[in-house]
């Protein structure tokens, strides 16, 4: 009986993975046809809806040209920095945010050198390196007295390499992790605040596609600091790059 309800249960899981797919997929369509009729608005909500329900660099960077060709050159950086930060080996997403850069004039995020080592490689095999360095070093240590090995020079390289490379890509998951604070201002001409209310006084105004990091949150308010200045934008007015395709902050 057990059996059964575990079968049952796995076809259950399974059909329901192959409906996703599958809806994924037609969003995905949808949005190729409708951008080919030059119906940029409605192609870039196709998808957005199939990135929202399966994330994927491809997706994103459809999603990109899509916004781009509607005008909104804000939301189109957003969306190729997030197929970067999916797939750091996308040459579209990274040759479209350059041609983006050199259309708008602006710079591209202030990154430190840990983030900047952070973006070779996906954010899920830095912290799967880690891990396996980490073993490498350990096993390296442990297990040649368990077998009683005979003393020799490759166990002490071993462990060397190991922790040289847990101590690197440790460094790198941090440079992930802050990373997760940087955005980008979606609305053009955008007021950054001096108070996070809509009666503050605007200090300064910052075009969409500006990179900005994130410091904190109150409110319906991000206190962000640009390049060039600092304040307070409204969540709808900034995006951040791994917060789920598509959904508002």
């Not at 329901?16 to 009729?37: C, H, M, P, V, Y």
């Not at 990135?51 to 491809?58: D, E, K, L, M, N």
């Not at 071993?158 to 980008?184: D, K, M, P, Q």
């Amino acid at each position: 009986m057990k059996l059964c309800r575990h079968i049952f249960l796995s076809a259950l899981l399974f059909a329901a993975g192959i409906l996703r797919a599958a809806t994924t997929n037609d969003f995905f369509a949808q949005g190729l046809e409708l951008d080919r009729a030059g119906h940029f608005p409605e192609a870039a909500a196709a998808f957005e809806k199939s990135a929202r329900a399966q994330p994927a660099s491809g997706t994103l960077v459809n999603l990109g040209l899509a916004e781009w060709n509607r005008g909104h050159a804000g939301a189109a950086m957003l969306a190729w920095e997030q197929a970067h930060w999916l797939d750091p080996f996308d040459l579209r997403a990274e040759s479209n945010l350059k041609f983006a850069r050199l259309v708008t004039q602006l710079d591209e995020p202030q990154l430190k050198w840990f983030e900047a080592a952070s973006t070779w490689l996906p954010p899920d095999a830095w912290f799967w390196m880690a891990g396996a360095s980490l073993s490498l070093a350990a096993g390296a240590v442990l297990l040649p007295p368990v077998f009683r090995r005979k003393k020799s020079g490759w166990p002490p390289a071993l462990a060397a390499l190991g922790c040289c490379v847990f101590l690197f890509s440790l460094t790198t998951n941090v440079g992930v992790v802050t990373r997760t604070e940087i955005g980008f201002v979606l609305k053009k001409n955008a007021s950054l605040r001096l108070t996070p209310t809509r009666e503050a006084e605007a200090i300064a105004t910052v075009p969409a596609g500006t990179a900005a990091r994130k410091l904190r949150t109150r409110g319906n308010y991000y206190f962000i600091r640009t390049a060039d200045a600092a304040g307070w934008i409204e969540r709808e007015e900034f995006g951040l790059v791994c917060a789920e395709p598509g959904v508002s902050p």
